[in-house]
């Protein structure tokens, strides 16, 4: 089981980064990646959007 506190306070490439790698790992468990992860924070994961364009890639808080 992997639990990361206070996901909420990460933002943009951060963010990225650690939800990728999340996604990425998920093909390879439960043997070379946690059966269970937990995301804890105040605001929920999903809320934010992300914005592509040719140049730049951002996570923004919705609302």
Known sequence: MLLIDEIDTLVGDTLLSVLR????GYDQRPW???HSVVLCGVRDVRDYRVHFTA????ATGAG
Do not use: I, K, N, S
């Open 55 to 58: 140049q730049v890639t951002a």
């Open 21 to 24: 790698q999340l996604r990425a």
């Open 32 to 34: 070379g990646f946690p």
